[in-house]
C-alpha cells in the first residue's frame, strides 16, 4: 500500500506541476476567459492529467494483471502503459480545449498539446527510471552487507589460526594465532617477533632471516613488507603518518613508529584504502 501511495502524490505533484505551467505560461488562448472561470478551465488540465495517470498507470495494471507485467512492482511501467497514457492525454486535452473552453483547434495550438502532454511523460520516466535505481542500489547494499559480514565471519576464523613462526636450529619456533603478531623487524641474523599476550606487546628473538619469515607468512593476507628490515600487521596498524623523515607507520600497542620506505610505500597506501 506505501508504494501506492507514493505513487499518488508523485503523480499528484506532476498534475499540480501541469496546472502551474499552463497557468502562468498560457501556451493555449485563454483572453477570452475572464478570470474565475480561467482559473477553473486551467485546474481541469490539471485534474485531467491526474485523472488520466491514476487509471492507466495504477488502476489498469492491477485490473488486468494476466496482460500487463506488474513484477517489478512501479518501478517502470511497460512502454504501451506510457503510450497509452500520452495518447488518452492529448485526446482529453482536444476535446478539452474544444468543447470545455470553446476554443478553435489550430495545428499549432495541437502542436503546443502534444509538447504540454510530452513534459509530463517524460519526467514521470526519469522518476520511475530514478526509483528502478534507487532499489538496485538498496538490494547490492544488502547484498553487500551479506557479503561483508560473511566475509567477517571468515576473517575472523582466520585471525584464530595459529601459525609456528620456524626457526633455524629448530629449537626456537614459537607458535601464534595470526592475529597476535604485531609487527616483525630484521636483526641481523635474528628477527624480533612482537606479538600480543594479554593485551601487552611481547618480544621474541628467533635464529632466522626476515626473507625465511616472509615466505612463512606469504599464505597470509595479514602481513605486508614496509620496509627492508620490517613486516607487519595489517590488522594493527592506525595510520599512515608522514613527518621530516619520511614515512612512518603507527600501531596499535605499540609506541615505536616503524618506517616505510619508498620502495614499499605504494603497497602500504594500497592496503590503507
Not at 44 to 53: I, K, M, Y
Not at 244 to 269: A, D
Request: glycine share 2%; with cysteine.
Amino acid at each position: 500500500m506505501r508504494i501506492y501511495r507514493d505513487e499518488f502524490r508523485r503523480l499528484f505533484y506532476i498534475s499540480f506541476g501541469v496546472f502551474l505551467f499552463i497557468l502562468f505560461f498560457q501556451p493555449f488562448p485563454l483572453e477570452m476567459l475572464d478570470y474565475e472561470y480561467r482559473l477553473m478551465f486551467v485546474s481541469g488540465f490539471g485534474a485531467l492529467t491526474f485523472f488520466l495517470s491514476v487509471v492507466v498507470l495504477i488502476f489498469l495494471p492491477l485490473s488486468i494483471p494476466k496482460w500487463i507485467d506488474t513484477s517489478e512492482g512501479l518501478s517502470e511501467p511497460p512502454f504501451l502503459l506510457n503510450l497509452l497514457l500520452f495518447i488518452l492525454m492529448i485526446t482529453a486535452y482536444v476535446f478539452y480545449i474544444r468543447y470545455v473552453g470553446n476554443i478553435s483547434l489550430s495545428l499549432y495550438i495541437l502542436f503546443k498539446i502534444l509538447l504540454v502532454n510530452l513534459f509530463p511523460l517524460i519526467l514521470l520516466l526519469i522518476l520511475y527510471k530514478n526509483i528502478s535505481l534507487e532499489r538496485d542500489i538498496q538490494v547490492l547494499q544488502h547484498q553487500n552487507k551479506s557479503y561483508y559480514t560473511e566475509l567477517q565471519k571468515y576473517i575472523e576464523v582466520k585471525d584464530e589460526l595459529e601459525i609456528e613462526i620456524l626457526s633455524d636450529n629448530k629449537s626456537e619456533n614459537l607458535a601464534l594465532k595470526l592475529h597476535d603478531i604485531v609487527y616483525i623487524k630484521s636483526a641481523d641474523n635474528y628477527i624480533e617477533i612482537y606479538y600480543l599476550s594479554r593485551n601487552a606487546i611481547n618480544k621474541k628473538l628467533i635464529r632466522t632471516t626476515l626473507k625465511n619469515i616472509e615466505k612463512q607468512l606469504a599464505a597470509y593476507n595479514h602481513f605486508i613488507r614496509c620496509h627492508r628490515r620490517s613486516i607487519v600487521n595489517v590488522k594493527h596498524i592506525e595510520k599512515l603518518i608522514r613527518n621530516y623523515s619520511g614515512y612512518h607507520l603507527q600501531l596499535k600497542y605499540f609506541n615505536e613508529l616503524i618506517p616505510v620506505s619508498r620502495q614499499y610505500l605504494l603497497l602500504v597506501k594500497g592496503f590503507l584504502e
